[in-house]
């Protein structure tokens, strides 16, 4: 490792602190790299790789230089959290943070950054050796040990919360947070729907992609990527054989047990992954009506309708404000068969994805996330035709935005009953963790 290898992760984390309002990660990686083209491909991988741990242990590797320096007591963690802001970390030496995020990498038994590992010096065996002494400590306190996994204080009461519906025991709670550690791997939905997930379509799938260079593994949910090529550079991908869907996601998608023929409003389309996932299952009979806030986002439903072959989609620009005008179709049949409501929210389900996302949430956006979901719900609901359903659905796991928002509705609407309603994801799988509700309409 030369010098500049060295100073690049010093220079790359004080360039990322100095944004007054910090972007998503990825893209602000993407617009750095362009500035240091000199950089080799590995290279941006290993300063990612580093950069990926830093947002999971920001706050961590603050508090353990707090406390080891005197500054701060494990007692008192959560007043300490509440005082506590990004901004802080502008007084802590960038080796000397790459220091603590390396230690906890080392801790967790993750993988670490050789532009970390190079970081390694005396100093760094002084932290080691005192973080060692005092890690038994930290952990018999759950708000310290929960932070020993990046979970910021203040969320604790969220997750317990979290927990005690769910009745996970100590066991599931730990893989739960746990699972923060690692970004879930990419999941894939092939286009042509195969219901059978180990049928022989999925694995002449999975062995061209591995002969391609990426390692696609097949497990019981469906097929998965865990690195290797660039997937979206496969002739698989090119060819439109399979969607880039996260587990959880798919499964939302799943609960709209739509048949051909049917007519489904997807109310919060985005770039469509649901409304291309229910339309696969709808062999081009019928209609998918996808609407959402943004029409940018609509543009790329319909590349992607097109690249599927998926002829029955249409869109609209629909901000949840008033009831949506019927199409004719939808119309004559007094509504929708179906309507999922795939709703803005918190995001926090993804944060093991994208764990810079965690630092911009806050409980006012929580809030206004809230009232945009009633919204939605109180629009979107006299489409369903009667006997037709109403699915919910967040990224998030929070109680106040899912089961909270159900039971809200449902005592408002006395004419829809809840069918199910499900957790879905980490801990239980390997992907994201998201919600669904079904509420069929009398
Ligand atoms: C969770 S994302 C949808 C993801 C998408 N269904 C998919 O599977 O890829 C929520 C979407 O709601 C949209 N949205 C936000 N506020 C909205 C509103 N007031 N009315 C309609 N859509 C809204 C956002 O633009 C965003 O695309």
């Excluded at 093991?352 to 629009?379: G, M, V």
Aim: glycine share 4%; charged share 25%.
């Amino acid at each position: 490792m030369s010098f500049n290898e060295k100073s690049h992760v010093n220079l790359l984390w004080r360039d990322w602190l100095k944004q007054a309002e910090k972007k998503p990660l990825d893209r602000w990686l993407k617009t750095w790299f362009k500035q240091n083209r000199h950089l080799s491909r590995s290279q941006k991988l290993d300063l990612s790789q580093a950069m990926f741990a830093a947002m999971r242990f920001l706050q961590t590797a603050s508090f353990l230089d707090a406390h080891f320096e005197n500054i701060q007591s494990e007692t008192d963690v959560e007043t300490w959290d509440k005082h506590w802001q990004i901004a802080d970390l502008a007084d802590l030496s960038s080796s000397r943070f790459w220091q603590w995020v390396n230690l906890l990498l080392e801790y967790h038994q993750l993988e670490q950054p050789d532009c970390l590992l190079n970081l390694q010096n005396q100093t760094y065996d002084e932290l080691k050796t005192w973080f060692e002494q005092q890690v038994g400590k930290l952990a018999k306190e759950p708000a310290a040990k929960a932070m020993l996994y990046g979970i910021r204080p203040q969320w604790q009461p969220l997750l317990t919360q979290r927990s005690i519906l769910n009745q996970w025991n100590d066991a599931e709670y730990q893989q739960f947070i746990a699972k923060q550690l690692v970004s879930p791997p990419l999941w894939l939905r092939l286009t042509q729907a195969s219901q059978d997930k180990m049928g022989d379509t999925v694995k002449r799938l999975s062995e061209a992609l591995n002969k391609q260079g990426v390692d696609a593994q097949l497990t019981e949910q469906g097929l998965c990527i865990n690195g290797g090529q660039d997937i979206t550079l496969t002739e698989n991908y090119k060819q439109g054989e399979f969607e880039i869907q996260d587990l959880a996601s798919q499964q939302i998608a799943e609960a709209v047990q739509v048949k051909p023929g049917q007519k489904i409003w997807d109310t919060c389309a985005g770039a469509g992954g649901k409304s291309l996932a229910i339309a696969a299952k709808m062999k081009n009979k019928g209609c998918v009506v996808a609407t959402d806030l943004h029409e940018y986002k609509l543009a790329e439903v319909k590349k992607r309708a097109k690249r599927a072959g998926y002829f029955n989609i249409r869109t609209f620009a629909w901000n949840g404000e008033k009831p949506l005008k019927l199409p004719k179709e939808a119309a004559q049949q007094k509504g929708f068969d179906w309507v999922l409501i795939d709703a803005p929210c918190t995001s926090a389900g993804t944060w093991r994805r994208n764990p810079d996302a965690k630092w911009r949430f806050n409980e006012s956006d929580t809030q206004q996330q809230l009232a945009i979901q009633q919204q939605i719900l109180n629009q979107a609901h006299y489409a369903v035709r009667a006997g037709g359903c109403l699915v919910y659905a967040t990224c998030s796991w929070q109680v106040s935005e899912n089961e909270a928002q159900v039971a809200d509705f449902l005592a408002k609407n006395k004419q829809f009953s809840l069918i199910k309603q499900q957790l879905l994801g980490a801990p239980y799988q390997n992907s994201d963790t998201m919600f669904v509700a079904v509420m069929q309409k009398a």
